[in-house]
């Protein structure tokens, strides 16, 4: 069977792929060519990422498409209910990325508690001018130890995130209306484990109780973070997205930052993905990273694998 991993697949995932007599074509085909190369090739799988789209005029139009691969958690590139209404297997991969987004999550934090996403461009351009008017700029730091941060989405990432959280010593507060507690359980480096008891909270509490809140959500219609909510929050709250780019309303987020009702945001997602707004990208209080929550070595490698294991096991 043929495969098209429009977005790139790990080697590993590929030679497991290869090693049960699949052919993967890895090259990058352009959205508007793409209906013209599955037809003309006869691929029979197409494996995406974020990038590529896969909509009902795609899956009317090449009918070899036998299953769309999804490396990640969200399908809202993907006409998922339809392409599963044609009889087409639609597969994701939930579990591979959940700890590299849940550490990038706190490599935001860090940058905007120390100031690291501004002072370290300042740094190339004025650290031999201006060294003692830098240090002195960038030395009201805060300690997370002891703060609280409110996970909005205790799914996998969210569980992941509150590891990393209980293990810095901060109090962690969870919204989900789906869940009610989560069992956390912390993994040493020794084989020992702690486990720990997690019951959720009304929104409205986490948001008038958090130092830093992190959102964690599938994609939706409305943005869940509006200046409703964002006025409930403590005006010093560190708000980080590296969710969905609509989870938070970007003009409020914006106002909010202007107006020093929020203290800082890391965002890793945003609504015109890849053409972000240009008010988020020159604000001076955001951290930012091009969606690359699961883009780590360890991540894609799991991705991958995950991706040939259900391949094989549906159609070996």
């Known amino acids: 069977m043929k495969i098209l991993a429009n977005d790139g697949i790990s080697h590993?995932?590929?030679?497991?792929l290869e090693s049960h007599n699949?052919?993967?074509?890895?090259?990058n085909i352009k959205q508007?060519?793409?209906?013209?190369?599955?037809?003309?090739?006869?691929?029979?799988?197409?494996?995406?990422?974020?990038?590529?789209?896969?909509?009902k005029d795609l899956i009317d139009k090449c009918p070899s498409i036998k299953l769309i691969g999804r490396g990640g958690v969200g399908m809202d590139n993907i006409d998922v209910d339809y392409a599963k209404s044609c009889g087409i297997h639609v597969i994701n991969t939930p579990n591979a990325s959940s700890v590299s987004v849940a550490?990038?999550?706190?490599?935001?934090?860090?940058?905007t508690v120390r100031y690291l996403y501004d002072s370290n461009s300042n740094m190339k351009i004025n650290g031999n001018n201006n060294f003692k008017k830098l240090k002195k700029k960038y030395s009201d730091g805060s300690e997370i130890r002891g703060k609280t941060i409110g996970i909005i989405g205790i799914g996998r990432i969210g569980k992941?995130?509150?590891?990393?959280?209980?293990?810095?010593?901060?109090?962690?507060?969870?919204?989900?209306?789906?869940?009610?507690?989560?069992?956390?359980s912390l993994d040493f480096y020794d084989g020992s484990n702690h486990n720990f008891t997690l019951n959720t909270s009304k929104l409205n509490y986490l948001l008038e109780n958090s130092d830093i809140i992190t959102i964690?959500?599938?994609?939706?219609?409305?943005?869940?973070?509006?200046?409703?909510e964002i006025k409930k929050m403590k005006k010093n709250v560190i708000l980080i997205n590296t969710s969905r780019g609509n989870a938070i309303n970007e003009k409020d987020l914006?106002?909010?930052?202007?107006?020093?009702?929020?203290?800082?945001?890391?965002?890793?997602?945003?609504?015109?993905?890849?053409?972000?707004?240009?008010?988020i990208l020159s604000s001076d209080n955001i951290?930012?990273?091009?969606?690359?929550?699961?883009?780590?070595?360890?991540?894609?490698?799991?991705?991958?694998?995950?991706?040939?294991?259900?391949?094989?096991?549906i159609f070996k």
Request: hydrophobic share 45%.
């Open 12 to 16: 590993n995932g590929i030679k497991l």
């Open 22 to 27: 699949f052919s993967v074509n890895t090259k």
């Open 32 to 55: 508007e060519n793409l209906i013209e190369f599955i037809n003309n090739e006869k691929i029979e799988i197409i494996l995406v990422r974020s990038a590529t789209k896969i909509r």
């Open 103 to 111: 550490e990038l999550v706190f490599a935001h934090i860090y940058s």
């Open 160 to 184: 992941e995130v509150a590891k990393i959280a209980i293990g810095n010593g901060l109090k962690v507060i969870a919204f989900d209306p789906f869940v009610k507690s989560i069992e956390v």
């Open 216 to 228: 964690h959500v599938p994609n939706q219609e409305n943005s869940l973070i509006t200046i409703q």
């Open 254 to 279: 914006i106002y909010s930052l202007k107006n020093n009702l929020i203290n800082k945001a890391g965002i890793d997602v945003f609504k015109n993905e890849p053409n972000p707004d240009n008010n």
């Open 287 to 313: 951290s930012l990273t091009p969606h690359i929550g699961a883009a780590t070595i360890e991540a894609q490698n799991k991705i991958g694998i995950e991706l040939a294991n259900q391949i094989i096991s």
